[in-house]
């Protein structure tokens, strides 16, 4: 069964630290990896993605996710964290379908704090 | 340009009552798709259209649920008979085509609460 796991329910770090948010998949063939950062009330913000190419993949705010296919992991990263960086984050990976359903893990509250 | 858009953005209905979640994509999207979140949890897939038809319905919880695309851009999801465990904000989002590597659009989402 295709899946999409997020270990930690909530990732502490102090504002300037470097970040990461752990994303481990499961999917038939070739996937496709997504980040996507939701604020409170609002709806998911892309921030990146991995299709093929260069395992590590630079998205926005300054974010970074490295693809591991031996691991199946896309962990999300960045050098420096800002305490604005604080919402809830999700990992989804597309349906090896390939019509664009999304899988999403159960989101990681990061909390950047000054 | 414009995001993704859905109304109404707060949906507080009674249990048994019929309800109507609309969503306008991205123009030119011409994949649609629905998802549904509940509280602690990343969005399930509800159903998508490719242009005007339903191209996948699996995810649709019974047949209470129902949506619609009749022109290829708006879309609304129709829930029967609304249950208290129907509460959760429902996700609209939009692509350019439904293609696995194609970049979801989101918007702000409907929350709905079945009292």
């Known amino acids: 069964a295709q899946s999409v796991a997020q270990p930690e329910d909530q990732v502490n770090v102090a504002e300037g630290n470097p970040l990461t948010v752990k994303c481990t998949y499961s999917v038939s063939g070739n996937p496709y990896l997504f980040w996507y950062v939701q604020y409170p009330n609002r709806g998911l913000q892309f921030l990146l993605k991995?299709?093929?190419?260069?395992?590590l993949v630079k998205g926005s705010y300054g974010f970074e996710a490295e693809f591991n296919k031996s691991q199946t992991s896309f962990h999300l990263k960045k050098p420096s964290a800002l305490v604005s960086d604080s919402a809830l984050y999700f990992c989804?990976?597309?349906?090896?379908?390939?019509?664009?359903?999304?899988?999403f893990g159960q989101g990681t509250t990061l909390q950047v704090k000054p | 340009g414009a995001g993704v858009s859905q109304t109404p953005s707060n949906k507080v209905t009674e249990k048994g009552k019929y309800v109507e979640l609309r969503c306008d994509p991205i123009?030119?999207?011409?994949?649609l798709y629905w998802y549904r979140q509940s509280l602690g949890q990343g969005p399930e897939f509800l159903i998508y259209?490719?242009?005007?038809?339903?191209?996948?319905d699996s995810g649709l919880p019974n047949d209470r649920f129902f949506a619609v695309r009749p022109e290829g851009s708006v879309s609304t999801l129709k829930i029967q008979r609304t249950e208290r465990g129907d509460s959760a904000v429902y996700l609209c989002?939009?692509?350019?085509?439904?293609?696995?590597?194609?970049?979801?659009?989101f918007g702000p989402g409907t929350r709905l609460l079945v009292l």
């Open positions: 989804a990976v597309s349906d090896s379908s390939n019509t664009g359903k999304l899988i």
């Open positions: 259209f490719q242009g005007t038809g339903a191209a996948d």
């Open positions: 991995y299709i093929t190419g260069d395992n």
């Open positions: 989002a939009s692509s350019r085509y439904n293609q696995g590597r194609e970049t979801q659009y």
């Open positions: 123009s030119g999207h011409t994949a």
